[in-house]
């Protein structure tokens, strides 16, 4: 029998379902210590005072840490990548949202634990706050960071750029110049598993942690950056999650718990509430799109202008990466020869955005496709042929040069409107995905088809 | 005040692999005296069965039953590197690391079976645990006994490992332009979405999803459809209810519990109708391309689309809550025309807010 294509089991599907998988929290090693945190309770402020020393004396507390514990207390998740780290584990002088972690205690319960974070003695001096995006770049706005309130390492620029073709020639051609603002919200990955981890110290130096990363390689790197010690001092068991959707890329509690674990010397914990994993845990980002379309009146997309706005909370994170996947997706399934995009990630006072399910383009199929059915009601075009009219064929190229091998908006579109009974005109019934010629050739896309002939 | 009908869609794509490449998979293979495969991959399961495909493909790629191969991803001393189960990139890259491994060993088992058959290797076929002759199924060695004689007669461990990776694409900071293909693949949706709004109370009720994937080949069906069913009710709360600011862009009233956040729920789960089509990739294992990520994409356009189709208002910021619904349909809002230029939401754009008309987002081009 033939495993590819089969309908097999779920390799670890009973497990699941009558509760032996083994998750983090099911883990037991003998007596653990477990870790709470002392968490901002202003969006934006300046620490004034920080003094761990009566908390340090209670009784059940083996540890805390603060940033002065933490050997590389800055480490950006994509420095591999070229994005500096600008984010502290542990806050260092002030806090640029409401729960960052400022300091963490290891004790015998949770109770005692939370009874010595209420213990620390920390004052603050509050800052004014930053939260609409559309407002970061005001001469007034609140500053967030002391470069600014974007991102401003793509190369020499401040924003992620697009451009491609002559977007002014395909605005002055145009019949009509279709506007429109798109306003995707945040929300939560909403993972049954809240963010958990176990540290354990071995005899041999060595530490094992039992994470519940989505990507242990990963984590098991941005570990070892923060600690400074080599790949071979940690050991990662995992790959079982009870759910991660993005929000498990991010390494919540792993480095914390090892910290911790050196400075006790014992096994560590931290398993985060509810609570937390809601209000401090990282969210899908907002994001703010202005999309501007040059159409034909017979439904042809000459050109597209975009300015997007993405809200990364206080810190980078992966934004920059998210961003720079949103500009290389944002003509969507089509082919549109001229492009001007500018993205920014903007920082607002907020818990730091993140990866989530379909990052930077979530936001962006939601925009188009929105705005394309705003096109087919304005020029009075079915939206059905619109899309497939300008649908990606084979050797179009993408926003950012790439001719497509194996695109399917034609076939896709075409099959789905067949299964509700949509009726269509002969000449998009018969379409494929084969390269443009004839009538779907039109002079706005000789140019293209011609570098592309060129290049390949 | 009455219920209205309606109908939008969306057609979408979306990339298999981390933007700009650079994201290696391994993995590493091993036989048992016995013949049964252990493959030791990095990728991690979040549920969405990346174990299951994984056994799958080696199966095939090696020629052995299914419940011959075990998997193990547990840990970092024993795994090689994968980057991480994001990015759509496990059935793609990570599965293209399990295959090239399994080919690897069956290059290995052919050889030595080659020995013992005293047949050239490239005479050799693979099937069902069975070494055999091409042509003559009759000369045959089982895999079983294949992995026996490397062990205890040439001395030999039969096993292979392998990486997949694309390598990374540099961007053209000033264009955005690049050289070489920034992602592994692309796939394609499409999705229908039928609803019903009250006019009076602002409620949207999705009736029915109808999902049209192309997932370039879908290794284990069952699991296609839960990422497409599991996405439809992602995206409905997306589309519909979920908002971790809901007074955005304020911070106050944020819910902290599953009571105060409005997620989705199995009330709200329409009737699903699911197609998968199969255009196959040019080079994913066995022709497959992507669908984790992308199956959340396409139902709050198809949504948003189906509110304009039953009552004639755009709602443009997400999720489209009642209060949202009222608000488009007492305003009835039209567009504003200037010559050529069809503007809608200037209410809500960049200029509208920012004191200085938004000077530092435009005007990019000196």
Request: some cysteine; aromatic content about 8%; hydrophobic content about 40%.
């Amino acid at each position: 029998m033939k495993a590819v294509g089969a309908r097999l089991p779920r390799y670890d599907g009973v497990g699941h379902v009558t509760g032996r998988t083994q998750y983090v929290d099911d883990v037991r090693v003998g007596r653990v210590l477990w870790a709470k945190a002392l968490r901002s309770p202003h969006d934006h402020a300046a620490i004034t005072k920080l003094d761990t020393s009566k908390a340090e004396s209670m009784k059940g507390v083996h540890a805390i840490i603060t940033s002065a514990d933490v050997p590389r207390n800055v480490y950006g998740h994509l420095e591999g990548l070229g994005v500096p780290g600008d984010e502290p584990l542990l806050a260092d002088g002030e806090v640029r949202y409401k729960g960052q972690p400022i300091a963490v205690v290891a004790a015998e319960s949770e109770e005692a634990a939370m009874a010595a974070v209420d213990a620390i003695e920390v004052a603050y001096e509050p800052r004014p706050a930053l939260f609409d995006i559309r407002t970061a770049l005001d001469p007034d706005a609140p500053q967030i960071h002391p470069w600014g309130n974007v991102y401003p390492h793509y190369g020499p620029y401040n924003h992620r750029r697009v451009r491609k073709g002559d977007v002014d020639a395909a605005f002055d051609k145009a019949d009509f110049i279709v506007e429109g603002v798109y306003r995707p919200q945040a929300i939560e990955q909403m993972p049954m598993e809240t963010q958990v981890a176990l540290c354990v110290p071995e005899a041999n130096g060595r530490l094992t942690i039992y994470s519940c990363t989505q990507a242990m390689y990963f984590s098991m790197g941005v570990v070892a950056a923060h600690l400074e010690v080599p790949l071979n001092k940690l050991k990662f068991i995992g790959g079982t999650v009870g759910g991660g959707f993005g929000g498990k890329v991010d390494t919540a509690t792993d480095t914390i718990c090892a910290l911790l674990a050196l400075k006790s010397r014992k096994a560590v914990k931290w398993r985060w509430t509810r609570e937390e994993e809601f209000l401090v845990s990282s969210t899908r980002a907002a994001w703010h799109i202005e999309l501007a379309d040059a159409v034909t009146k017979d439904g042809w997309i000459l050109g597209r202008r975009t300015l997007t706005l993405h809200d990364s909370g206080a810190y980078a994170r992966f934004s920059p990466y998210g961003l720079t996947k949103h500009a290389f997706h944002h003509s969507g399934a089509y082919t549109i020869p001229n492009l001007h995009f500018d993205g920014f990630v903007a920082f607002t006072n907020r818990v730091p955005s993140t990866a989530m399910r379909g990052f930077g383009v979530t936001s962006v199929s939601f925009a188009t496709e929105t705005h394309l059915n705003r096109i087919a009601s304005v020029i009075g075009v079915d939206p059905w042929e619109l899309r497939l009219k300008n649908a990606n064929r084979i050797g179009d190229t993408t926003g950012n040069g790439v001719a497509l091998q194996d695109p399917s908006t034609v076939a896709v579109t075409l099959a789905a409107a067949d299964r509700v009974g949509i009726e269509l005109g002969a000449e998009y019934r018969q379409m494929d995905s084969e390269p443009r010629t004839g009538a779907l050739l039109p002079e706005h896309l000789v140019a293209q088809q011609r570098l592309n002939a060129e290049a390949h | 005040m009455a219920k209205h009908r309606g109908r939008g869609f969306a057609t979408i794509e979306y990339p298999t692999g981390m933007n700009q490449n650079g994201d290696p998979s391994q993995a590493w293979i091993k036989l048992k005296p016995d013949g049964r495969v252990d493959v030791f991959s990095g990728t991690v399961d979040i549920g969405q069965g990346s174990k299951t495909v994984h056994t799958q493909i080696v199966a095939d790629a090696l020629g052995v039953p299914y419940d011959w191969v075990t998997m193990d991803n547990t840990n970092t001393d024993s795994s090689a590197v994968c980057t991480g189960t994001f990015a759509s990139r496990g059935t793609f890259i990570g599965g293209n690391a399990v295959r090239l491994a399994a080919e690897r060993v069956r290059e290995r088992i052919l050889d030595i079976a080659s020995r013992e058959l005293e047949i050239d290797a490239a005479d050799l076929e693979i099937n069902d645990g069975e070494v055999t002759a091409k042509g003559s199924p009759q000369k045959k060695i089982n895999v079983a006994d294949v992995a026996g004689a490397a062990t205890y007669n040439y001395g030999e461990l039969i096993s292979g490992s392998s990486t997949a990776l694309k390598p990374f694409a540099d961007v053209n900071d000033e264009t955005g332009q690049v050289e070489i293909e920034p992602h592994s693949a692309i796939s394609y949706a499409a999705c229908v979405a039928d609803i019903e709004v009250d006019d009076e109370t602002g409620e949207v009720v999705v009736l029915k999803m109808v999902q049209v994937y192309d997932v370039g080949r879908a290794i284990n069906p069952t699991l296609v459809e839960g990422q497409i069913e599991g996405g439809a009710i992602m995206g409905l709360g997306l589309g519909l209810l979920e908002n971790s600011y809901p007074e955005y862009p304020s911070v106050d009233n944020r819910g902290g519990e599953f009571g105060a956040y409005l997620g989705p729920s199995l009330q709200d789960l329409p009737e699903l109708d699911n197609v998968i089509l199969e255009n196959p990739s040019v080079d994913g294992p066995f022709g497959a391309k992507a669908i984790g990520e992308m199956a959340n994409n396409a139902q709050p356009p198809a949504i948003a689309n189906a509110i304009h189709d039953a009552i004639g208002v755009w709602v443009t910021e997400m999720p489209a809550t009642p209060e949202r619904v009222l608000a488009a349909i007492q305003e009835q809002r039209e567009p504003r025309r200037e010559g050529k230029r069809v503007i809608f939401d200037d209410k809500i754009s960049v200029r509208a807010f920012s004191s200085n008309d938004g000077a530092g987002f435009f005007n990019t081009d000196g």
